[in-house]
């Protein structure tokens, strides 16, 4: 297995989707704005300044007013994309998110860059790990997290269409291309990646490409593992949930996140309610330790043994 | 018209707000009559003498914003939207009763007029900063106006926004400080000083003026646009009493959120004639 940190032939960083997905959007609506708190480089947004530098708001290292600045644009009838590092604009800004986005409900896009483990040694305080607990509870943003540099430039085209408030949550690390005939990005519904009757794997964003190597090794163990990308986390796809549950009866969540709240979190409370079946939720249990990135995914099963371990577990809990 | 006239219509304006915000805690014995009378007289300021607006289009492209940030201050907020038109006098006796559009905050969502959502200190500020900045791209010439209570002050999101504001130089963009100098506890200055206001807000690239905040004359010297705009932002400076009209409610952190008992309610409404 690739690691997921590496440069690597056939994988891309889906940064340079997102940004070539809004210029191209921005040359076509002058409403299309950009919001960044000196986050012009780590956002690959060089480019969009240099096109449109008007349209290019850069308030500075200043979350909060970050978001605020978001929703009086939008409410000005500007279409602005507030793009940050994951960890500084959904945790420093949380309450903006809350009250000035989500409750207020305005045509605000968010876009979390570098999200979970992507800043590897820099430690917790960097990691994005907890923002889809902390955006889920808000029910009208739409989060999404794509799982390639496809699915980055649909779900940022869709969000420029879309009128509401949505999270986009990109990597920096890149990822491969997945191989799906006939794809169609569709908020709110997941993207069968692969069929199988035995267990079935739930990802979303950087793990999705996890989850398609680890069920090719569960076939040659005979087993078949039905893959779904779940790139929208809000709203959850029950209805994708609730047939995975009832044709595998074993599920295992795979996410670049904390295991709490997040994906594996969405699944749980869904399928303890209507469908109980065995879940399994391979992510980080809290706070990691210093390591990289590639150190950490190892180290919590962010592999495809990892996932493959979980899948035996699950399967083994559905017949007990 | 004629400033004494527009001048007699903003106090007449103002009188009635108090008297059905007054009347609104009341029946509901929930609000936070004391910075509603505060900061009465500033926005019957701007709603009757110096804002443009179409109650009947509220979501006019050009339409001059306000915002209250002291989202608290519902009864100020509420009247002066009815006053102009926004929705029926009937509304306002729902204030605060089960699925009201008059949230104890305002919320956009329920109310026309309502630019955005308040409540948490120190987001009018970043909002109105952006709507400004969004008139500034497509060289609009709507003004936007925050309202903030001076204790809000003390939240850092105000002076994030302060510093872009005065970077950018949006001289449609209005502050006004309810400067009443209490907040919930106790004296803003006792509390996390603030003083000298004014200063500050120069030193953050604005242009910055005080005034008596119910003295309608002053305020609207002071919120009217000169010829020719302005080329900083604007921070207005408006002392303030808290309970202004009520003598028994004037410069009491209690009135902050207190509520009237049928005697005090009588004593009001006999004062405010």
């Known amino acids: 297995m690739a690691a ?25 609506d002058p409403r299309i704005v950009a919001v960044v708190n000196d986050s012009v480089g780590s956002s690959k947004l060089g480019g969009f300044q240099k096109k449109f530098p008007d349209r290019l708001i850069n308030v500075g290292i200043a979350e909060q007013n ?25 945790a420093r800004a949380l309450e903006q998110v809350k009250a000035d986005v989500a409750y ?29 607990a902390w955006l889920r509870p808000l029910s009208n943003i739409t989060v999404v997290a794509p799982a390639d540099s496809w699915e980055t430039a649909e779900a940022i085209k869709w969000a420029a269409a879309h009128e509401g408030p949505v999270y986009i949550r990109l990597s920096r690390m890149p990822v491969p291309d ?18 199988g009757g035995d267990v079935t794997l ?17 076939q040659r163990e005979g087993i078949t593992a039905r893959v779904l990308n779940m790139a929208t986390i809000n709203p959850l796809d029950e209805t994708a949930v609730a047939a995975a549950a009832d044709d595998t009866g074993a599920i295992v969540t795979i996410e670049e996140a904390g295991i709490r709240g997040g994906l594996g979190g969405a699944v749980a409370e869904f399928t303890s309610s209507h469908v109980p079946v065995p879940v399994e939720r391979v992510g980080f249990p809290g706070f990691v330790p210093t390591g990289s990135v590639d150190w950490l995914f190892q180290q919590f099963g962010l592999t495809s043994p990892g996932i493959v371990d979980a899948a035996r577990r699950a399967i083994v809990r559905k017949r007990a | ?50 804002m443009r607006y179409d109650a009947s289009r509220p979501e006019m492209a050009d339409r001059d914003r306000f915002i209250m940030s002291k989202g608290h201050a519902t009864g100020a907020l509420y009247t002066a939207l009815c006053a102009a038109g926004y929705y029926p006098e009937d509304w306002l006796a729902t204030y605060m009763q089960p699925n009201s559009r008059l949230n104890g905050h305002p919320n956009r969502n329920y109310l026309p007029g309502v630019e955005t959502n308040t409540g948490p200190l120190g987001h009018g500020m970043p909002v109105g900063l952006g709507i400004a900045i969004a008139g500034q791209l497509i060289d609009s010439n709507y003004r936007t106006f925050v309202l903030t209570g001076d204790g809000e002050l003390q939240e850092g999101s105000n002076w994030e926004a302060a510093m872009t504001a005065g970077n950018r130089k949006l ?4 502050l006004i400080v309810d400067r009443n100098r209490l907040q919930q506890g106790m004296g803003t200055e006792e509390t996390n000083g603030l003083d000298p206001l004014d ?9 910055a003026t005080v005034v008596d905040g119910h003295d309608v004359a002053a305020l609207l010297d002071a919120l009217t646009e000169p010829p020719g705009g302005r080329s900083k932002p604007l921070c207005v400076i408006a002392n303030t009493i808290k309970g202004k009209g009520v003598s028994f409610m004037e410069n009491k952190a209690s009135w902050h959120h207190g509520v009237p008992n049928a005697e005090q309610y009588g004593q009001a409404m006999e004062e405010l004639v």
């Open chain 2, 1 to 50: 018209m004629l400033k004494n006239d527009t001048v007699n219509t903003i106090r007449e304006k103002a009188l009635w707000m108090r008297r059905k915000a007054f009347t609104m805690v009341f029946d509901a014995q929930l609000g936070h009559p004391g910075g509603d009378f505060s900061a009465i007289d500033i926005i019957a300021t701007l709603y009757f003498g110096v």
């Open chain 1, 104 to 132: 207020a409900n305005f045509n605000v896009k968010l876009v979390g860059q570098s999200s979970g483990v992507a800043y590897g040694e820099l430690g917790p305080t960097h990691h994005s790990i907890e923002d889809f």
């Open chain 2, 199 to 207: 200063d500050k807000f120069r030193a953050f690239g604005w242009d």
């Open chain 1, 178 to 195: 997945l191989q799906v005939v006939d794809r169609k990005f569709r908020p709110g519904k997941a993207e069968l990646v692969r069929d």
């Open chain 1, 202 to 218: 739930i990802a979303c964003g950087t793990t999705v490409h996890l989850a398609v190597d680890a069920a090719g090794a569960l």
């Open chain 1, 66 to 90: 970050m978001v605020g600045v978001g929703a009086g644009l939008a409410n000005g009838g500007r279409i602005p994309f507030v793009s940050a590092a994951a960890c500084f604009l959904t």
């Open chain 2, 171 to 174: 001289g449609k963009f209005t």
């Open chain 1, 4 to 28: 997921p940190g590496a440069k690597q032939e056939g994988f891309y960083d889906c940064r340079d989707a997102w940004a070539k997905t809004l210029e191209d959007l921005a040359q076509q």
